[in-house]
């Protein structure tokens, strides 16, 4: 069976961490290109922490440094979730950046996805900067892209205001430009993510598979993310890697999304039309539930091969 080939642009973040440890062992997927935006921390340190989680895993996969802001509005991090280093207390040592800056970012999403015999599934788990620059750019690369499987927005409301989700909130108008694009979109967004809870039953578990799991546990305990409850982490960016090997364990309804990138209290809100009011075309396939105990079944199952 021919492995699906995906693009990850992400922020990392312990989420982003634990989505990459996972996509690296995830047998239905290809990982062709990792690139990094400014996010959770700057871009400097997300770019650190993909080489360095990589290096760790003892994958290959060609990683180039991204944006370092946004289109519009100034940086805005989330050292309060994830750190400063964006991986709790975690350092990763000894990464030479340089080798990853060379690359112009638009130019190596560009060259990848078209020269891709098959199409490819773009993943973007950070704010969608680089995505929108893409798209914006070379608008001939949608005839490549299969779908965009997204960690970003919530139909319900935010998680960083009442509107807005980090994702979205961070760079609302390169959000907007993705949801319009006319590629298929499909949204993890808040109204699943808070459903990927990791408990410490599955930690304990998890932590034991080599220095791949100590890692893990080390991220987790240190981050300072406010606990609300008993568990330990949303496992957010881990769905949108699974909704393209499996989307067997998610419930979803399509929607035609947008983002609100004017507002007095809603900018950053991505706007479902549930009820079809305006007829307008589903862009988006709105996942709203998880079979949780087969995803993190699948999860502990794919990083046991780091033991
Ligand atoms: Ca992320």
């Known amino acids: 069976m021919n492995k699906k080939k995906i693009i990850i642009d992400c922020d990392p973040g312990v989420d982003d961490a634990v989505a990459l440890l996972y996509a690296f062992k995830d ?7 990792i690139t990094s935006v400014s996010g959770n ?7 650190t922490n993909a080489i360095g989680i990589a290096r760790l895993a003892n994958h290959k996969v060609k990683i180039v440094k991204g944006a370092n802001r946004p289109l519009i509005n100034e940086p805005l991090f989330a050292e309060e979730i994830h750190g400063v280093s964006g991986l709790g207390t975690y350092q990763f040592k000894d990464v030479d950046l340089s080798v990853h800056e060379n690359d112009d970012v638009v130019k190596a999403l560009y060259e990848t996805i078209m020269n891709s015999k098959e199409k490819i599934y773009l993943v973007p788990i950070g704010p969608f900067t680089n995505i929108a620059k893409l798209l914006m750019l070379h608008p001939e690369v949608k005839e490549n892209i299969e779908a965009i499987s997204i960690m970003g927005g919530g139909i319900k409301g935010g998680n960083v205001n009442v509107a807005g989700e980090f994702n979205v909130l961070v760079d609302p108008e390169a959000a907007h430009v993705m949801f319009n694009s006319g ?8 109204d699943v993510t808070e459903k990927s809870l990791l408990y410490p039953k599955d ?5 034991e598979f080599g220095e791949v799991g100590k890692f893990i546990k080390q991220i987790i305990e240190s981050n300072p993310r406010p606990k609300i409850d008993d568990s330990l982490l949303q496992l957010n960016d881990v769905v949108s890697i699974m909704a ?3 989307p067997e364990i998610f419930t979803s309804k399509d929607m035609f999304v947008d983002v609100e990138y004017g507002g ?3 900018r950053g809100w991505t706007l479902g039309d549930q009820r079809r009011a305006n007829y307008q075309v589903a862009n988006t396939k709105v996942i709203l539930d998880l079979d ?4 993190i079944e699948l999860l ?3 990083l046991r091969e780091y033991e």
């Open 27 to 33: 047998p239905l997927i290809e990982i062709e290109l």
């Open 41 to 47: 921390v700057n871009v400097d340190k997300t770019t």
């Open 183 to 190: 590629i298929p979109i499909i949204m993890a967004g808040l």
């Open 203 to 207: 930690l304990k578990i998890i932590q």
């Open 244 to 246: 393209i090997s499996n």
């Open 264 to 266: 007095r209290f809603s």
């Open 292 to 295: 949780h105990s087969k995803f």
């Open 300 to 302: 502990t199952e794919r």
